[in-house]
């Protein structure tokens, strides 16, 4: 006698099973005469001495699983099916030897559930670490999302949870404790997707047989309450369910009255979620009425509101507004003369057989619409696919011909969009169809992706753009250190599928891009700080004075050619040389109003010098107004005698004239203005620099500002640059006043300027 795998580990999965077997399983099984005892006769040689390491023979076992299926509904041919799958593993080609035996749709399905069980199998231990991590929930749904993904065939699933229960009877049976990890994957796995197929009958029972095992004590504490009171409630639930149903018929309304069984984990969940003691409890007493039609629901919800007192809070209209697995009821919870609370469900006796076998109960109730079930609609992608797929089952037995093959074919592509592979350790990963080993990487981690130079698949080397299958275990060769290559992100070698692979491999040849834009750029700015004599400036600093958070980013903009050196230049130096002490400019007088048409002029068109500005004890000495500072009554003004070229006159804050008189003190003069007040009317140009966000109309808004306040324009210079908050201009403008005092007020008017951060006199 040799020991097999727990009910999802009877089979393994057959190396390099055929692609067809995907398309194969969608097809409906052939019902074949005495399909079901041809098969049991087929497996018995094979299993009838093979037990699991639970102990239960697996002959046994593969009845019991028959039997389930035929509860809900389950055709023969889905029946035999599942001795098919327990045979699997006992034969050297599976596929070939089946298809001949009872043909290619039987022997696809039992591969297919096979090599699922396989899947299972490997997961289970991964999935149980998983749990105890943030991603539990993620690893769940996939787990969720793999088991009807995996065939595009619902009667897989079916086979699953028939087996699983079973399972979990098998050793409630015996009084052994089933393993943790398989416990929590029925109660966290197979009973939602029970419930999401809607089959309450194995959903309950699973999730009461499965909290048995994780919570032993809870599960006996609330057995024991419910077995302390049982003969005194269902006395009193016999006594009330016969008078209600004796009402009912009495008023017109024909229903069968019934007791609803009690489900622990149900009740431990309303407990625990509500914070209720047991007692407060209200389905401990619940009962269902089974009416004829949809208007015999409501005449019986509306008896019962006349009849006892109705919580209003605990009301749900399923009939209505069907659940999105379709299942359909009236929820009403009220109380008799005592105060004690009762539970009422009211339903048709279709929508009681969609209840217990969901949708096994379509294979004996059609229910037109394209919507599905009594016409539900989906919450979500994956439920949409759930409901399609249900109805599809439904018809399985009712379409022939033309139709059947139509309904076969929309079945196909469901969820041909996703795939889901394993990795070495057995956690489950999403693709998209098609996806390959590199896409495999990149969505494990980024770092993976990069440097992912192989793969093996199934244990087996294949090229890099090879497309993955549902199922397979793919483990990646890296390398050390590398980056993706150019290839990858052309689509007709088929490299990458995903989105984010593609997203991740950009961005890394993007990186490289930057690194090298940044590089030129620094190069280029240390460059121009070395010709400047700057070399001692922090490049941090430099960025910062223009208007960047770092010095990368200012390398990068210069890099990119988006920022000229000559914008650095200017910031670094005045825009004009300085004079020094032997430099000699010939100055000219003010610009004068022009009342004579000489335009402050001599008869000669000659500049004839500064004569607004006085030497103190000294007359007829030519002077000159610096253009580094360009000062204007009434500055502070001192002046720097040049070597017999005249005296440069600066204002007393200019960092030049500083510079200068720190040389040679000597040459520094006492200097004033002829006209404090320019009662003269002459006009004297300064610059105004101006930092603002960088927008359309914005010159036009600042020069507006000087034309309202009467102040001459005579020259503008501006720079643009993108950094982080947008785009940043600098302006620098030239004008004309008659008083620098003046200025100030007009600055403060140009500051109001929608975008103008600063704005000040050079």
């Known amino acids: 006698m040799k020991h097999k795998a727990a009910e999802a580990d009877t089979s393994s999965s057959p190396q390099g099973a055929p692609s067809s077997i995907v398309t194969a399983t969608a097809d409906s099984l052939p019902e074949q005469p005495h399909a079901l005892a041809r098969a049991r006769a087929f497996a018995e040689p094979l299993i009838a ?241 089974i009416a004829a039609d949809v208007h015999g629901c409501y005449a019986a919800l509306s008896f019962v ?23 359909q009821s009236l929820h009403t919870v009220v109380r008799d003369e005592a105060g004690r ?51 599809l089952l439904a018809w399985e037995r009712d379409l022939s011909g033309p139709a059947a093959q139509r309904a076969r074919d929309a079945s196909r592509g469901l969820f041909d969009d996703r795939i889901y592979v394993l990795t070495p350790d057995a956690a489950i990963v999403e693709l998209p169809q098609g996806a390959t080993a590199v896409d495999f990487a990149y969505s494990v981690h980024t770092s993976l992706g990069h440097r992912c130079r192989g793969a093996r698949v199934d244990g087996v080397m294949v090229p890099l753009n090879t497309p993955l299958q549902n199922g397979q275990t793919v483990e990646v060769i890296t390398l050390k250190e590398g980056g993706p290559s150019r290839d990858w992100l052309n689509p007709e070698l088929g490299f990458l599928s995903s989105h984010r692979a593609k997203s991740k491999v950009r961005a890394w040849f993007n990186a490289l891009a930057m690194e090298h834009t940044v590089a030129k750029g620094r190069e280029a700015v240390e460059k121009l700080l070395q010709r400047e004599g700057k070399t001692s400036m922090k490049l941090q600093d430099l960025a910062l004075q223009l208007g960047f958070k770092t010095a990368d980013d200012l390398f990068e903009v210069v890099g990119k050619d988006e920022l000229s050196l000559r914008t650095i230049e200017n910031m670094l130096r005045p825009a004009e040389p300085a004079p020094s002490p032997d430099d000699y400019v010939i100055t000219k007088k003010p610009r004068q109003p022009d009342r004579s048409g000489s335009g402050g002029k001599d008869g000669n068109g000659n500049g004839n010098g500064n004569g607004n500005v006085l030497v103190v004890g000294m007359d007829s000495l030519l002077t000159q107004l610096a253009k580094c500072c360009k000062p204007a009554p009434p500055d502070v003004i001192l002046g720097f005698v040049t070597k017999g070229k005249g005296v440069s006159i600066h204002r007393s804050d200019c960092s030049n004239f500083r510079n200068m008189s720190s040389g040679s003190p000597d040459r520094v003069i006492e200097v004033q203005w002829s006209s404090p007040k320019a009662s003269d009317g002459a006009f004297y ?54 008083q620098s005092n003046r200025l100030n007020q007009v600055l403060g008017l140009v500051a109001e300027v929608p975008g103008v951060r600063s704005a000040r006199r050079r």
Request: proline share 3%.
């Open 685 to 738: 140009p300064v610059d105004v620099a101006v930092e603002a966000a960088d927008r359309q109309g914005l010159l036009r808004d600042i020069s507006e500002v000087f034309t309202k306040q009467k102040m001459n324009v005579i020259g503008v210079q501006t720079q643009s640059v993108k950094d982080n908050r947008g785009g940043t201009a600098w302006m620098t403008f030239t004008v004309e006043v008659t």
């Open 341 to 391: 609370a009762i539970e009422v469900q009211i339903r048709t006796q279709a929508m009681h057989d969609h209840a217990e076998s969901g949708v096994a109960a379509h294979w004996a109730y059609k229910e037109a619409g394209t919507k599905g079930y009594g016409g539900v609609s989906a919450s979500s992608e994956y439920d949409a696919k759930i409901a399609v797929l249900r109805q």
């Open 305 to 327: 509101h006349s009849r006892f007192t109705p919580i209003e809070s605990e009301f749900d209209d399923y009939i209505a507004k069907p659940k999105p697995n379709g299942y």
């Open 49 to 289: 001495g093979e037990v699991m390491d639970t102990g239960e023979n697996i002959l046994a076992h593969a009845d019991a699983v028959a039997n389930i299926l035929k509860s809900i509904g389950g055709s023969p041919a889905m029946q035999a099916a599942t001795y098919l799958v327990h045979s699997c593993e006992h034969l050297n080609k599976p596929q070939e030897v089946i298809a001949k035996a009872f043909g290619a749709s039987y022997a696809a399905l039992a591969v297919e559930t096979t090599k699922l069980i396989h899947v299972q199998r490997q997961t289970r231990n991964t999935d149980a670490r998983a749990y105890l991590h943030e991603d539990a929930a993620v690893q769940t749904e996939n787990v969720r999302k793999m088991l009807l993904a995996f065939s595009r065939d619902l009667r897989v699933v079916m086979m699953r949870l028939a087996s699983r229960l079973q399972t979990l009877r098998y050793y409630a049976a015996s009084g052994q404790a089933a393993p943790q990890a398989l416990a929590h994957e029925s109660l966290h796995v197979f009973a939602p997707l029970a419930n999401r197929l809607g089959i309450w009958q194995i959903k309950w029972e699973i999730e009461d047989l499965a909290f048995r095992f994780l919570e032993p004590d809870v599960y006996r504490q609330t057995a024991r309450l419910l077995y302390e009171k049982r003969a005194q409630r269902e006395v009193f639930m016999e006594a009330l369910r016969a008078q209600l149903e004796h009402e009912l018929n009495q008023n017109g309304i024909a229903a069968l009255v019934q007791g609803r069984p009690k489900h622990i984990y149900s009740i431990v969940k309303k407990m625990r979620g509500k914070s209720l003691d047991f007692d407060q409890v209200f389905d401990i007493r619940a009962l269902r009425v």
